[in-house]
């Protein structure tokens, strides 16, 4: 009888066993691993000479705001164009003339003081006379108003640049693509027999 029961419950064993196995493969296996194929990757798609022109076109530098950057901030147009070793060149050429503007305008000073000695007290610790130091007074003058429009001339130019130095990427890219303008003399013959003198005009795509 005993042994009887040890093989009733061997066999309740046996099959909970195989049962827990069962499962175990069930969840092993109930999603299979999917491995994707070289056909189902995603192709690059090639873009034509005209989509590539206008992603080159999208990414240059706007000549107006660059002119107005500039126009704010000496400089700032040079920057936004990429074109940064302009930029100490212009600031090193502004320094340098309001160096000369603030010498030239401290001498015209000291000689506007020194004349008002000489008309009060008839001498001068230089001993200019009156005359000359009208002139030398009027010589730094004109050489501080001078470096005053250097300056102006220096701001313009530097708007300038910012803006054309714009225009002239763009037409660096436009030459990329396209080939140089070809002019070609030709002669024409009218209906009367004669000929006339003329040209053809021809821009090829690359």
Do not use: C
Not at 17 to 32: G, I, R
Not at 68 to 83: D, E
Request: charged share 25%; hydrophobic share 40%.
């Amino acid at each position: 009888m005993k042994i009887i029961k040890i093989f009733i419950i061997l066999i309740i064993a046996a099959s909970g066993t195989y049962h827990l196995q069962a499962q175990d493969k069930d969840t092993l296996y109930s999603e299979p691993v999917r491995v994707l194929s070289d056909s189902s990757k995603v192709k690059r798609k090639k873009l034509s000479r005209s989509e590539r022109l206008d992603k080159k076109y999208q990414t240059l530098p706007d000549p107006r705001r660059a002119g107005l950057l500039s126009a704010v901030v000496p400089g700032l147009g040079q920057i936004y164009n990429k074109k940064y070793w302009k930029v100490p060149l212009i600031y090193g050429l502004a320094a340098t003339d309001i160096y000369f503007i603030d010498w030239n305008n401290g001498q015209y000073e000291e000689l506007l003081g020194l004349l008002f000695e000489q008309q009060n007290t008839g001498s001068n610790e230089t001993g200019l006379s009156e005359d000359q130091l009208i002139n030398l007074a009027d010589e730094y003058r004109r050489n501080r108003d001078l470096l005053i429009i250097l300056g102006v001339v220096l701001y313009t130019l530097n708007i300038v640049d910012a803006h054309v130095d714009a225009h002239l990427i763009e037409f660096r890219v436009n030459k990329k693509y396209f080939n140089a303008v070809n002019i070609k003399p030709v002669n024409y013959q009218l209906a009367t027999g004669e000929y006339q003198a003329g040209f053809t005009l021809s821009l090829k795509l690359k």
